[in-house]
Protein backbone atom coordinates (compact mmCIF):
# COMPACT_ATOMS: atom_id res chain seq x y z
CA UNK A 1 0.00 0.00 0.00
CA UNK A 2 3.06 2.06 0.67
CA UNK A 3 3.52 2.67 -3.12
CA UNK A 4 -0.12 4.25 -3.65
CA UNK A 5 0.47 6.39 -0.25
CA UNK A 6 2.99 7.89 -1.78
CA UNK A 7 1.46 9.06 -4.85
CA UNK A 8 1.07 12.53 -5.76
CA UNK A 9 -2.27 13.58 -6.74
CA UNK A 10 -2.76 14.98 -9.90
CA UNK A 11 -2.27 18.65 -10.00
CA UNK A 12 -5.02 19.54 -12.06
CA UNK A 13 -7.67 18.01 -10.10
CA UNK A 14 -6.12 19.64 -6.97
CA UNK A 15 -6.76 22.75 -8.72
CA UNK A 16 -10.62 22.54 -8.54
CA UNK A 17 -12.66 24.82 -10.38
CA UNK A 18 -15.44 25.77 -7.76
CA UNK A 19 -18.52 26.27 -9.33
CA UNK A 20 -21.11 29.00 -8.11
CA UNK A 21 -23.61 27.57 -6.89
CA UNK A 22 -23.45 26.45 -2.96
CA UNK A 23 -22.65 23.56 -1.31
CA UNK A 24 -25.26 23.93 0.49
CA UNK A 25 -28.25 24.84 -2.33
CA UNK A 26 -26.91 21.76 -4.55
CA UNK A 27 -27.36 19.10 -1.47
CA UNK A 28 -30.86 20.28 -0.37
CA UNK A 29 -31.91 20.41 -3.96
CA UNK A 30 -30.97 16.93 -4.28
CA UNK A 31 -32.60 16.20 -0.52
CA UNK A 32 -35.86 17.48 -2.14
CA UNK A 33 -35.38 16.11 -5.47
CA UNK A 34 -35.38 12.93 -3.36
CA UNK A 35 -38.42 13.13 -0.89
CA UNK A 36 -40.23 10.13 -0.48
CA UNK A 37 -43.02 11.20 2.00
CA UNK A 38 -45.68 9.50 2.95
CA UNK A 39 -49.45 10.87 2.34
CA UNK A 40 -49.19 11.87 5.93
CA UNK A 41 -46.16 14.65 5.15
CA UNK A 42 -46.43 17.40 2.83
CA UNK A 43 -44.19 20.58 1.96
CA UNK A 44 -45.52 24.34 1.42
CA UNK A 45 -42.44 27.06 0.01
CA UNK A 46 -43.82 30.49 0.65
CA UNK A 47 -41.50 31.30 -1.92
CA UNK A 48 -40.76 28.71 -3.95
CA UNK A 49 -37.41 30.26 -5.83
CA UNK A 50 -36.17 30.16 -2.31
CA UNK A 51 -35.23 26.53 -1.22
CA UNK A 52 -33.72 26.87 1.99
CA UNK A 53 -37.10 28.28 3.63
CA UNK A 54 -40.12 26.03 4.12
CA UNK A 55 -43.04 24.54 5.65
CA UNK A 56 -43.13 21.19 6.58
CA UNK A 57 -46.88 19.82 7.21
CA UNK A 58 -48.03 16.64 9.36
CA UNK A 59 -51.12 15.23 9.67
CA UNK A 60 -50.36 11.54 11.78
CA UNK A 61 -52.88 9.24 10.51
CA UNK A 62 -52.52 7.16 13.40
CA UNK A 63 -51.61 7.51 17.31
CA UNK A 64 -52.88 9.97 20.22
CA UNK A 65 -51.88 13.21 17.48
CA UNK A 66 -54.39 11.86 14.76
CA UNK A 67 -56.57 14.03 12.95
CA UNK A 68 -54.29 17.07 13.61
CA UNK A 69 -52.26 19.07 11.41
CA UNK A 70 -48.89 20.09 12.66
CA UNK A 71 -46.67 22.83 10.76
CA UNK A 72 -42.85 22.78 10.92
CA UNK A 73 -40.33 25.81 9.97
CA UNK A 74 -37.64 24.58 8.38
CA UNK A 75 -34.42 27.04 7.99
CA UNK A 76 -31.55 25.69 6.03
CA UNK A 77 -28.29 27.77 6.00
CA UNK A 78 -24.97 27.80 4.18
CA UNK A 79 -23.26 25.34 6.60
CA UNK A 80 -26.02 22.11 5.52
CA UNK A 81 -25.15 19.27 5.55
CA UNK A 82 -22.25 20.26 7.79
CA UNK A 83 -24.71 21.72 10.19
CA UNK A 84 -28.59 20.47 10.45
CA UNK A 85 -31.33 22.36 9.42
CA UNK A 86 -33.25 24.39 11.74
CA UNK A 87 -36.26 23.30 12.58
CA UNK A 88 -39.39 25.13 14.82
CA UNK A 89 -42.89 23.94 15.11
CA UNK A 90 -44.43 27.44 14.14
CA UNK A 91 -47.91 26.15 16.65
CA UNK A 92 -48.07 26.00 20.20
CA UNK A 93 -48.73 22.50 20.70
CA UNK A 94 -49.12 20.02 23.78
CA UNK A 95 -45.99 17.26 23.40
CA UNK A 96 -43.42 16.10 25.66
CA UNK A 97 -40.91 17.06 22.62
CA UNK A 98 -42.08 20.03 21.80
CA UNK A 99 -41.64 23.10 23.97
CA UNK A 100 -44.52 25.99 24.03
CA UNK A 101 -41.70 28.07 21.73
CA UNK A 102 -41.59 25.52 19.33
CA UNK A 103 -38.27 24.28 20.02
CA UNK A 104 -37.96 20.72 18.94
CA UNK A 105 -36.13 17.71 20.62
CA UNK A 106 -34.96 15.41 18.11
CA UNK A 107 -31.51 13.75 18.56
CA UNK A 108 -30.66 13.56 14.87
CA UNK A 109 -31.74 17.72 15.19
CA UNK A 110 -28.66 17.99 17.27
CA UNK A 111 -26.16 15.58 18.69
CA UNK A 112 -27.03 13.07 16.10
CA UNK A 113 -26.95 14.42 13.20
CA UNK A 114 -24.49 13.65 10.34
CA UNK A 115 -24.14 14.93 7.33
CA UNK A 116 -24.78 11.72 5.28
CA UNK A 117 -28.18 12.08 6.96
CA UNK A 118 -30.55 14.29 4.96
CA UNK A 119 -33.87 16.27 4.64
CA UNK A 120 -36.14 13.27 4.59
CA UNK A 121 -34.66 11.56 7.55
CA UNK A 122 -35.38 14.51 9.80
CA UNK A 123 -38.95 14.81 8.43
CA UNK A 124 -39.33 10.86 9.06
CA UNK A 125 -38.18 11.75 12.86
CA UNK A 126 -40.14 14.26 13.53
CA UNK A 127 -43.66 12.37 12.80
CA UNK A 128 -42.25 9.33 14.61
CA UNK A 129 -42.34 11.62 17.78
CA UNK A 130 -46.26 11.92 16.97
CA UNK A 131 -46.48 8.62 17.34
CA UNK A 132 -44.22 8.01 20.04
CA UNK A 133 -43.66 11.06 21.98
CA UNK A 134 -40.77 10.46 24.42
CA UNK A 135 -41.12 11.41 28.17
CA UNK A 136 -37.13 10.53 28.81
CA UNK A 137 -36.08 13.26 26.65
CA UNK A 138 -38.83 16.06 27.92
CA UNK A 139 -38.69 19.59 26.43
CA UNK A 140 -42.52 20.39 27.70
CA UNK A 141 -41.56 19.14 31.10
CA UNK A 142 -45.08 19.12 32.35
CA UNK A 143 -46.53 17.22 29.37
CA UNK A 144 -43.48 14.08 29.91
CA UNK A 145 -44.44 13.93 34.09
CA UNK A 146 -48.16 13.34 32.73
CA UNK A 147 -47.34 10.82 30.08
CA UNK A 148 -45.19 9.11 32.70
CA UNK A 149 -47.19 9.26 35.28
CA UNK A 150 -51.36 9.09 34.15
CA UNK A 151 -51.29 7.81 30.22
CA UNK A 152 -55.09 8.53 29.93
CA UNK A 153 -54.90 11.86 31.59
CA UNK A 154 -51.99 12.83 28.77
CA UNK A 155 -53.81 11.45 26.13
CA UNK A 156 -56.91 13.41 27.24
CA UNK A 157 -55.16 16.59 27.51
CA UNK A 158 -53.58 16.53 24.18
CA UNK A 159 -56.83 16.15 22.66
CA UNK A 160 -57.90 19.05 24.64
CA UNK A 161 -55.13 20.84 23.41
CA UNK A 162 -55.22 20.15 19.75
CA UNK A 163 -58.71 21.59 20.20
CA UNK A 164 -57.36 24.65 20.94
CA UNK A 165 -58.32 24.11 24.58
CA UNK A 166 -56.63 25.40 27.85
CA UNK A 167 -54.39 22.73 29.56
CA UNK A 168 -52.63 23.73 33.15
CA UNK A 169 -53.01 27.50 32.43
CA UNK A 170 -51.61 27.19 28.54
CA UNK A 171 -53.33 28.14 25.94
CA UNK A 172 -52.70 25.99 22.49
CA UNK A 173 -53.38 26.20 18.99
CA UNK A 174 -56.11 24.93 17.19
CA UNK A 175 -54.81 22.03 14.95
CA UNK A 176 -57.44 19.79 14.31
CA UNK A 177 -58.28 19.56 10.91
CA UNK A 178 -61.42 17.52 9.43
CA UNK B 1 4.09 -23.47 21.27
CA UNK B 2 1.74 -21.22 22.67
CA UNK B 3 -1.77 -21.29 20.79
CA UNK B 4 -2.44 -17.54 22.28
CA UNK B 5 1.20 -16.12 21.36
CA UNK B 6 1.12 -14.33 18.17
CA UNK B 7 3.49 -15.31 15.27
CA UNK B 8 6.07 -14.13 13.13
CA UNK B 9 5.35 -13.54 9.54
CA UNK B 10 1.81 -12.37 10.11
CA UNK B 11 1.04 -16.05 10.71
CA UNK B 12 -1.46 -17.25 13.41
CA UNK B 13 -1.94 -20.22 15.32
CA UNK B 14 -4.84 -21.20 13.25
CA UNK B 15 -2.65 -21.74 10.34
CA UNK B 16 -1.76 -25.05 8.94
CA UNK B 17 1.52 -25.92 8.02
CA UNK B 18 3.51 -24.24 5.34
CA UNK B 19 -0.13 -22.26 4.39
CA UNK B 20 1.76 -19.17 2.82
CA UNK B 21 4.40 -21.33 1.22
CA UNK B 22 3.39 -20.40 -1.82
CA UNK B 23 2.24 -17.20 -1.36
CA UNK B 24 5.59 -16.61 0.50
CA UNK B 25 7.67 -17.12 -2.52
CA UNK B 26 6.65 -13.65 -3.71
CA UNK B 27 6.57 -11.88 -0.22
CA UNK B 28 10.16 -12.93 0.97
CA UNK B 29 12.21 -11.64 -1.76
CA UNK B 30 12.19 -9.17 -4.28
CA UNK B 31 12.33 -10.09 -8.16
CA UNK B 32 12.63 -8.39 -11.41
CA UNK B 33 9.21 -7.28 -11.50
CA UNK B 34 9.30 -5.78 -8.26
CA UNK B 35 8.53 -2.17 -7.46
CA UNK B 36 11.64 0.06 -6.16
CA UNK B 37 9.71 0.36 -2.86
CA UNK B 38 8.60 -3.19 -1.99
CA UNK B 39 10.52 -4.14 1.48
CA UNK B 40 10.41 -8.16 1.54
CA UNK B 41 9.84 -9.91 4.32
CA UNK B 42 8.22 -9.87 7.40
CA UNK B 43 6.57 -6.28 7.49
CA UNK B 44 4.77 -6.53 4.17
CA UNK B 45 3.41 -10.67 5.10
CA UNK B 46 2.26 -8.86 8.84
CA UNK B 47 0.62 -6.37 6.98
CA UNK B 48 -1.57 -8.23 4.74
CA UNK B 49 -2.59 -10.46 6.87
CA UNK B 50 -2.77 -8.55 10.34
CA UNK B 51 -3.27 -5.20 9.04
CA UNK B 52 -4.94 -4.74 5.42
CA UNK B 53 -8.81 -4.80 5.78
CA UNK B 54 -10.01 -5.28 2.49
CA UNK B 55 -13.82 -4.37 0.87
CA UNK B 56 -15.89 -6.55 -1.41
CA UNK B 57 -18.96 -5.04 -3.08
CA UNK B 58 -21.29 -7.89 -3.99
CA UNK B 59 -21.30 -11.40 -3.35
CA UNK B 60 -22.55 -12.57 -6.35
CA UNK B 61 -21.17 -14.65 -8.91
CA UNK B 62 -18.06 -12.84 -8.73
CA UNK B 63 -18.61 -11.98 -4.98
CA UNK B 64 -18.21 -15.46 -4.50
CA UNK B 65 -14.83 -16.37 -6.37
CA UNK B 66 -13.88 -12.97 -4.76
CA UNK B 67 -13.95 -13.78 -1.22
CA UNK B 68 -12.55 -17.51 -1.83
CA UNK B 69 -9.24 -16.25 -3.84
CA UNK B 70 -8.71 -13.63 -1.54
CA UNK B 71 -9.10 -15.61 1.71
CA UNK B 72 -6.88 -18.38 0.14
CA UNK B 73 -4.36 -15.62 -1.01
CA UNK B 74 -3.65 -14.42 2.92
CA UNK B 75 -6.15 -11.69 2.96
CA UNK B 76 -7.83 -11.82 6.77
CA UNK B 77 -9.79 -9.06 7.44
CA UNK B 78 -12.58 -9.20 4.45
CA UNK B 79 -15.63 -7.48 4.71
CA UNK B 80 -18.53 -7.77 2.13
CA UNK B 81 -21.85 -5.66 1.26
CA UNK B 82 -24.58 -7.39 -1.03
CA UNK B 83 -28.80 -6.60 -0.81
CA UNK B 84 -29.94 -9.65 -2.66
CA UNK B 85 -31.00 -12.65 -0.92
CA UNK B 86 -30.24 -15.83 -2.58
CA UNK B 87 -32.10 -17.36 -5.88
CA UNK B 88 -32.27 -21.22 -6.38
CA UNK B 89 -30.79 -19.93 -10.43
CA UNK B 90 -27.73 -19.01 -8.64
CA UNK B 91 -26.72 -22.32 -7.16
CA UNK B 92 -24.65 -23.50 -10.49
CA UNK B 93 -21.97 -20.64 -10.03
CA UNK B 94 -22.40 -19.00 -6.51
CA UNK B 95 -20.38 -21.73 -5.22
CA UNK B 96 -20.65 -20.66 -1.62
CA UNK B 97 -24.45 -21.55 -1.49
CA UNK B 98 -26.20 -24.57 -0.91
CA UNK B 99 -29.52 -25.56 -1.65
CA UNK B 100 -30.97 -24.62 1.23
CA UNK B 101 -29.29 -21.30 1.79
CA UNK B 102 -32.20 -19.89 -0.63
CA UNK B 103 -33.73 -17.00 0.56
CA UNK B 104 -31.29 -15.85 3.01
CA UNK B 105 -29.14 -12.92 2.83
CA UNK B 106 -26.47 -13.54 0.28
CA UNK B 107 -23.37 -11.69 2.19
CA UNK B 108 -24.62 -13.58 5.57
CA UNK B 109 -24.05 -16.91 4.00
CA UNK B 110 -21.16 -16.25 1.99
CA UNK B 111 -19.28 -14.75 5.17
CA UNK B 112 -20.43 -17.86 7.36
CA UNK B 113 -19.05 -20.20 4.72
CA UNK B 114 -15.65 -18.72 4.10
CA UNK B 115 -14.71 -18.49 8.06
CA UNK B 116 -15.89 -21.99 8.25
CA UNK B 117 -13.80 -23.49 5.59
CA UNK B 118 -10.76 -20.65 5.84
CA UNK B 119 -9.56 -20.84 9.33
CA UNK B 120 -8.66 -17.24 10.83
CA UNK B 121 -10.08 -15.54 8.06
CA UNK B 122 -12.71 -12.98 9.72
CA UNK B 123 -15.62 -12.35 7.08
CA UNK B 124 -17.59 -9.05 8.28
CA UNK B 125 -20.99 -9.07 5.91
CA UNK B 126 -23.53 -6.64 5.79
CA UNK B 127 -26.91 -7.09 4.22
CA UNK B 128 -27.86 -3.86 2.63
CA UNK B 129 -27.18 -1.19 0.12
CA UNK B 130 -23.53 0.14 -0.37
CA UNK B 131 -25.59 3.76 -0.22
CA UNK B 132 -26.74 2.88 3.41
CA UNK B 133 -22.90 3.54 4.32
CA UNK B 134 -21.71 7.13 4.69
CA UNK B 135 -17.62 8.12 4.57
CA UNK B 136 -16.72 6.92 8.36
CA UNK B 137 -17.42 3.63 6.84
CA UNK B 138 -15.70 3.45 3.72
CA UNK B 139 -12.61 5.27 5.34
CA UNK B 140 -11.88 2.12 7.49
CA UNK B 141 -10.86 0.07 4.45
CA UNK B 142 -7.21 -0.40 2.64
CA UNK B 143 -8.76 -1.86 -0.74
CA UNK B 144 -12.32 -1.44 -2.44
CA UNK B 145 -12.84 -4.58 -4.67
CA UNK B 146 -16.45 -4.87 -6.64
CA UNK B 147 -18.49 -7.21 -8.17
CA UNK B 148 -21.12 -5.68 -9.62
CA UNK B 149 -23.82 -5.83 -11.71
CA UNK B 150 -25.41 -3.03 -11.81
CA UNK B 151 -23.61 0.99 -13.42
CA UNK B 152 -25.76 2.51 -10.78
CA UNK B 153 -23.99 1.11 -7.65
CA UNK B 154 -20.78 1.20 -9.59
CA UNK B 155 -21.44 4.67 -10.65
CA UNK B 156 -22.14 5.50 -6.70
CA UNK B 157 -18.99 4.14 -5.63
CA UNK B 158 -16.98 5.25 -7.76
CA UNK B 159 -18.10 9.24 -6.84
CA UNK B 160 -18.51 8.34 -3.05
CA UNK B 161 -14.06 7.26 -3.12
CA UNK B 162 -13.04 10.18 -4.94
CA UNK B 163 -14.99 12.84 -2.86
CA UNK B 164 -13.31 10.73 0.00
CA UNK B 165 -9.61 11.48 -0.63
CA UNK B 166 -8.32 14.37 1.16
CA UNK B 167 -4.68 15.62 -0.24
CA UNK B 168 -3.34 16.08 3.78
CA UNK B 169 -4.23 12.26 4.30
CA UNK B 170 -2.29 9.88 2.07
CA UNK B 171 -4.96 7.12 3.25
CA UNK B 172 -7.42 8.50 2.42
CA UNK B 173 -6.90 7.34 -1.20
CA UNK B 174 -8.86 3.84 -1.50
CA UNK B 175 -7.61 2.00 -4.90
CA UNK B 176 -10.83 0.42 -6.39
CA UNK B 177 -11.02 -2.46 -8.24
CA UNK B 178 -13.62 -3.50 -10.74
CA UNK B 179 -14.59 -6.39 -11.93
CA UNK B 180 -17.36 -7.07 -14.70
CA UNK B 181 -18.99 -9.64 -16.64
CA UNK B 182 -21.90 -10.27 -19.17
CA UNK B 183 -21.60 -13.70 -20.73
CA UNK B 184 -18.56 -14.19 -22.41
CA UNK B 185 -16.79 -11.13 -21.96
CA UNK B 186 -15.67 -9.44 -18.74
CA UNK B 187 -13.60 -6.41 -17.99
CA UNK B 188 -11.21 -5.72 -14.70
CA UNK B 189 -9.63 -2.54 -13.62
CA UNK B 190 -7.55 -0.23 -11.28
CA UNK B 191 -9.20 3.28 -10.71
CA UNK B 192 -7.07 5.15 -8.11
CA UNK B 193 -9.58 7.90 -7.40
CA UNK B 194 -8.21 11.57 -8.33
CA UNK B 195 -5.08 10.10 -10.01
CA UNK B 196 -5.88 7.82 -12.72
CA UNK B 197 -9.31 7.32 -14.86
CA UNK B 198 -12.05 6.59 -12.68
CA UNK B 199 -15.81 5.11 -13.48
CA UNK B 200 -17.19 7.90 -14.64
CA UNK B 201 -14.18 9.25 -16.59
CA UNK B 202 -15.34 5.26 -19.23
CA UNK B 203 -18.92 5.88 -18.83
CA UNK B 204 -19.65 6.63 -22.87
CA UNK B 205 -17.85 2.94 -23.44
CA UNK B 206 -21.20 1.27 -22.11
CA UNK B 207 -24.01 0.14 -24.67
CA UNK B 208 -26.95 1.77 -24.73
CA UNK B 209 -29.21 -1.03 -23.57
CA UNK B 210 -31.11 -2.18 -27.00
CA UNK B 211 -33.99 -0.48 -27.77
CA UNK B 212 -35.66 -1.08 -31.38
CA UNK B 213 -37.20 1.72 -33.29
CA UNK B 214 -41.18 1.43 -32.38
CA UNK B 215 -42.27 2.11 -36.08
CA UNK B 216 -40.21 -1.49 -36.17
CA UNK B 217 -42.02 -2.81 -33.37
CA UNK B 218 -45.45 -1.17 -33.98
CA UNK B 219 -45.81 -2.28 -37.79
CA UNK B 220 -42.60 -4.20 -39.28
CA UNK B 221 -41.30 -7.12 -36.96
CA UNK B 222 -38.79 -9.34 -37.40
CA UNK B 223 -37.26 -10.97 -34.53
CA UNK B 224 -39.00 -12.73 -31.70
CA UNK B 225 -37.83 -10.05 -30.05
CA UNK B 226 -39.91 -7.06 -31.65
CA UNK B 227 -43.21 -9.05 -30.52
CA UNK B 228 -42.09 -9.33 -27.09
CA UNK B 229 -41.27 -5.61 -27.09
CA UNK B 230 -44.86 -4.73 -28.97
CA UNK B 231 -46.42 -6.65 -25.88
CA UNK B 232 -44.90 -5.71 -23.39
CA UNK B 233 -44.06 -1.50 -24.60
CA UNK B 234 -47.42 -1.08 -26.77
CA UNK B 235 -50.11 -4.08 -25.15
CA UNK B 236 -49.45 -3.90 -21.74
CA UNK B 237 -50.42 -0.53 -21.05
CA UNK B 238 -53.38 -0.22 -23.59
CA UNK B 239 -54.68 -3.38 -21.87
CA UNK B 240 -53.93 -3.03 -18.23
CA UNK B 241 -53.44 1.05 -17.93
CA UNK B 242 -51.77 2.08 -14.98
CA UNK B 243 -51.36 -0.91 -13.60
CA UNK B 244 -47.16 -1.44 -14.15
CA UNK B 245 -45.30 -4.30 -15.19
CA UNK B 246 -43.71 -6.43 -12.98
CA UNK B 247 -41.49 -8.53 -14.43
CA UNK B 248 -40.49 -10.55 -11.43
CA UNK B 249 -44.25 -11.55 -11.45
CA UNK B 250 -44.65 -15.01 -13.27
CA UNK B 251 -48.28 -14.31 -14.22
CA UNK B 252 -47.16 -11.08 -15.89
CA UNK B 253 -44.64 -12.73 -18.52
CA UNK B 254 -47.17 -15.42 -18.83
CA UNK B 255 -49.15 -12.60 -20.27
CA UNK B 256 -46.42 -10.88 -22.30
CA UNK B 257 -45.60 -14.50 -23.87
CA UNK B 258 -49.24 -15.25 -24.84
CA UNK B 259 -49.51 -11.73 -26.22
CA UNK B 260 -46.11 -11.96 -28.07
CA UNK B 261 -46.20 -15.53 -29.37
CA UNK B 262 -49.91 -14.77 -31.21
CA UNK B 263 -48.35 -11.78 -32.61
CA UNK B 264 -45.23 -13.93 -33.90
CA UNK B 265 -47.23 -16.38 -35.45
CA UNK B 266 -49.47 -13.93 -37.52
CA UNK B 267 -45.91 -12.90 -38.84
CA UNK B 268 -44.22 -15.94 -39.29
CA UNK B 269 -41.78 -15.35 -36.72
CA UNK B 270 -40.40 -18.12 -34.90
CA UNK B 271 -38.35 -18.52 -31.11
CA UNK B 272 -40.63 -16.50 -28.50
CA UNK B 273 -40.50 -18.44 -25.21
CA UNK B 274 -40.89 -17.81 -22.33
CA UNK B 275 -37.77 -17.99 -20.97
CA UNK B 276 -37.12 -15.47 -23.92
CA UNK B 277 -39.97 -12.99 -23.34
CA UNK B 278 -37.88 -13.15 -19.09
CA UNK B 279 -34.99 -12.12 -20.85
CA UNK B 280 -35.87 -9.77 -23.03
CA UNK B 281 -38.13 -7.60 -20.59
CA UNK B 282 -35.59 -8.36 -17.63
CA UNK B 283 -32.61 -7.36 -19.80
CA UNK B 284 -30.95 -10.45 -18.83
CA UNK B 285 -28.04 -11.62 -19.81
CA UNK B 286 -27.16 -15.07 -19.09
CA UNK B 287 -23.69 -15.51 -16.43
CA UNK B 288 -21.16 -17.97 -17.15
CA UNK B 289 -18.98 -19.33 -14.56
CA UNK B 290 -15.77 -19.58 -15.93
CA UNK B 291 -15.61 -15.70 -17.02
CA UNK B 292 -16.79 -15.09 -13.39
CA UNK B 293 -13.70 -16.96 -12.36
CA UNK B 294 -11.30 -15.73 -14.97
CA UNK B 295 -12.33 -11.89 -13.89
CA UNK B 296 -12.50 -12.49 -10.09
CA UNK B 297 -8.88 -14.16 -10.96
CA UNK B 298 -7.99 -10.91 -12.12
CA UNK B 299 -9.40 -8.75 -9.54
CA UNK B 300 -7.79 -10.22 -6.82
CA UNK B 301 -4.71 -10.63 -8.23
CA UNK B 302 -4.10 -6.43 -8.50
CA UNK B 303 -5.50 -6.36 -4.58
CA UNK B 304 -2.69 -8.54 -3.72
CA UNK B 305 0.04 -6.61 -5.80
CA UNK B 306 -1.53 -2.96 -4.50
CA UNK B 307 -1.63 -4.13 -0.97
CA UNK B 308 2.07 -5.62 -1.30
CA UNK B 309 3.85 -3.87 -3.80
CA UNK B 310 5.13 -7.09 -4.71
CA UNK B 311 4.38 -6.62 -8.72
CA UNK B 312 3.76 -3.93 -10.97
CA UNK B 313 -0.24 -3.81 -11.33
CA UNK B 314 -3.00 -3.15 -13.46
CA UNK B 315 -2.46 0.09 -15.92
CA UNK B 316 -5.13 -0.11 -15.54
CA UNK B 317 -8.00 -1.64 -17.93
CA UNK B 318 -8.26 -5.28 -18.91
CA UNK B 319 -10.77 -6.62 -20.86
CA UNK B 320 -11.34 -9.99 -21.85
CA UNK B 321 -13.31 -10.99 -25.10
CA UNK B 322 -14.27 -14.96 -24.80
CA UNK B 323 -16.88 -14.88 -27.32
CA UNK B 324 -15.01 -16.30 -30.43
CA UNK B 325 -12.15 -17.70 -28.51
CA UNK B 326 -9.95 -15.97 -26.32
CA UNK B 327 -9.08 -12.73 -25.93
CA UNK B 328 -7.31 -10.15 -23.95
CA UNK B 329 -6.37 -6.41 -24.13
CA UNK B 330 -4.72 -4.35 -21.61
CA UNK B 331 -4.67 -0.52 -22.08
CA UNK B 332 -4.56 2.92 -20.36
CA UNK B 333 -7.85 4.18 -19.92
CA UNK B 334 -7.42 8.11 -20.13
CA UNK B 335 -9.03 10.66 -17.80
CA UNK B 336 -11.66 12.56 -19.25
CA UNK B 337 -10.89 15.78 -19.17
CA UNK B 338 -14.06 17.19 -17.77
CA UNK B 339 -15.15 14.20 -16.04
CA UNK B 340 -17.86 15.40 -13.42
CA UNK B 341 -16.60 13.48 -10.75
CA UNK B 342 -12.75 13.77 -10.88
CA UNK B 343 -12.32 16.43 -13.10
CA UNK B 344 -14.20 18.65 -10.42
CA UNK B 345 -14.92 21.62 -12.60
CA UNK B 346 -18.15 22.89 -14.60
CA UNK B 347 -18.76 21.08 -17.43
CA UNK B 348 -19.06 23.75 -20.70
CA UNK B 349 -22.31 22.49 -23.01
CA UNK B 350 -23.22 24.28 -26.27
CA UNK B 351 -26.47 24.50 -27.21
CA UNK B 352 -29.22 26.08 -29.76
CA UNK B 353 -30.89 29.09 -28.77
CA UNK B 354 -33.97 28.22 -29.07
CA UNK B 355 -33.79 24.82 -26.98
CA UNK B 356 -36.45 24.27 -24.56
CA UNK B 357 -35.63 23.28 -20.89
CA UNK B 358 -37.15 19.93 -22.10
CA UNK B 359 -35.14 19.35 -24.75
CA UNK B 360 -31.80 19.85 -22.76
CA UNK B 361 -33.11 17.29 -20.26
CA UNK B 362 -33.66 14.81 -22.94
CA UNK B 363 -30.23 15.47 -24.08
CA UNK B 364 -29.16 15.13 -20.42
CA UNK B 365 -30.66 11.29 -20.39
CA UNK B 366 -29.66 10.51 -23.50
CA UNK B 367 -25.57 11.38 -24.09
CA UNK B 368 -23.46 9.38 -23.94
CA UNK B 369 -21.14 10.74 -21.54
CA UNK B 370 -23.54 12.02 -19.08
CA UNK B 371 -26.52 9.84 -18.70
CA UNK B 372 -28.42 11.11 -16.09
CA UNK B 373 -32.18 9.51 -15.35
CA UNK B 374 -34.39 12.25 -14.20
CA UNK B 375 -32.66 15.39 -13.84
CA UNK B 376 -33.44 17.99 -11.50
CA UNK B 377 -32.21 21.30 -12.72
CA UNK B 378 -31.13 25.01 -10.74
CA UNK B 379 -29.76 28.28 -11.31
CA UNK B 380 -27.68 29.70 -8.81
CA UNK B 381 -30.90 32.04 -8.09
CA UNK B 382 -33.91 29.35 -8.32
CA UNK B 383 -35.12 25.91 -9.35
CA UNK B 384 -35.53 25.42 -13.23
CA UNK B 385 -37.35 22.20 -12.92
CA UNK B 386 -37.67 19.82 -9.71
CA UNK B 387 -38.35 15.95 -10.01
CA UNK B 388 -40.19 16.88 -5.89
CA UNK B 389 -41.34 17.64 -3.65
CA UNK B 390 -44.93 17.97 -5.60
CA UNK B 391 -45.16 21.93 -5.50
CA UNK B 392 -41.84 22.82 -6.60
CA UNK B 393 -42.47 20.11 -9.83
CA UNK B 394 -45.92 21.84 -10.54
CA UNK B 395 -44.40 25.06 -9.58
CA UNK B 396 -41.14 24.62 -11.86
CA UNK B 397 -43.47 22.54 -14.42
CA UNK B 398 -44.51 25.20 -17.04
CA UNK B 399 -40.53 26.18 -17.19
CA UNK B 400 -40.24 22.76 -19.47
CA UNK B 401 -41.59 24.60 -22.08
CA UNK B 402 -39.59 27.50 -21.99
CA UNK B 403 -36.27 28.32 -24.03
CA UNK B 404 -33.52 27.52 -22.04
CA UNK B 405 -31.85 31.15 -23.01
CA UNK B 406 -34.78 32.72 -21.28
CA UNK B 407 -33.52 31.44 -18.22
CA UNK B 408 -30.09 31.21 -18.05
CA UNK B 409 -27.83 33.87 -19.65
CA UNK B 410 -25.33 32.67 -22.12
CA UNK B 411 -22.28 31.66 -19.87
CA UNK B 412 -24.33 30.61 -17.27
CA UNK B 413 -24.39 28.08 -14.40
CA UNK B 414 -26.88 24.96 -13.97
CA UNK B 415 -26.75 22.38 -11.26
CA UNK B 416 -27.98 18.86 -12.22
CA UNK B 417 -28.86 16.37 -9.21
CA UNK B 418 -30.65 13.27 -9.91
CA UNK B 419 -31.42 10.53 -7.62
CA UNK B 420 -29.15 7.45 -8.49
CA UNK B 421 -26.16 10.15 -8.51
CA UNK B 422 -23.86 10.97 -5.63
CA UNK B 423 -22.89 13.97 -7.43
CA UNK B 424 -24.18 16.94 -9.02
CA UNK B 425 -23.14 18.10 -12.41
CA UNK B 426 -22.18 21.68 -12.98
CA UNK B 427 -22.89 22.77 -16.69
CA UNK B 428 -21.91 25.85 -18.36
CA UNK B 429 -24.56 26.87 -21.03
CA UNK B 430 -23.51 28.57 -24.21
CA UNK B 431 -25.71 29.56 -27.00
CA UNK B 432 -25.39 28.16 -31.02
Known amino acids: MLKIWSMKKNEDAMAKKKPKTSAAQIRVQKDLTELDLPETMRTEFPDPNDILNFTLIITPDEGMYKSGAFQFSFNINTNYPHEPPKVKCTQKIYHPNVDLEGNVCLNILREDWKPVLNLNSVMVGLQYLFLEPNADDPLNKEAAEELKKNREQFMYNVKASMKGGNVKGVQYAKVIVQ | MSLSAAQPNGTSPSDWQDRYWHVDQVLEKPGPRTDPSFLAG ?4 EFLRDKCKILVIGAGGLGCEILANLALTGFKDIHVIDMDTIDVSNLNRQFLFRPADVGKPKAIVAAEFIMNRVPGVIVTPYYGKIQDKDH ?3 MQFNLVICG ?6 RRWINATLVSMVDSDNPESLKPLIDGGTEGFKGQARVILPTITSCYECSLDMLNKPTTFPICTIANTPRLPEHCIEWASVLEWPK ?5 KLDTDDPEHISWLYGVAFKRAKEFNI ?4 WSLTQGVVKNVIPAIASTNAVIAAACCNEAFKIATSSAAYLNNYFMLIGTDGVYSYTFE ?3 REHCPVCGGEALEISINHD ?36 QLEKNTRPNLEKKVSDLVAAGGEVTVTSTTLPFSLSLIINYT
Do not use: C, N
Request: hydrophobic share 30%; charged share 30%.
Open chain 2, 136 to 138: EYY
Open chain 2, 239 to 243: VHGDQ
Open chain 2, 42 to 45: REVQ
Open chain 2, 333 to 335: HEK
Open chain 2, 270 to 273: EGVT
Open chain 2, 355 to 390: WTVEQLMEMLTEKQDIQIKKPSLSTPLKPIYFQQPP
Open chain 2, 148 to 153: LDSVEA
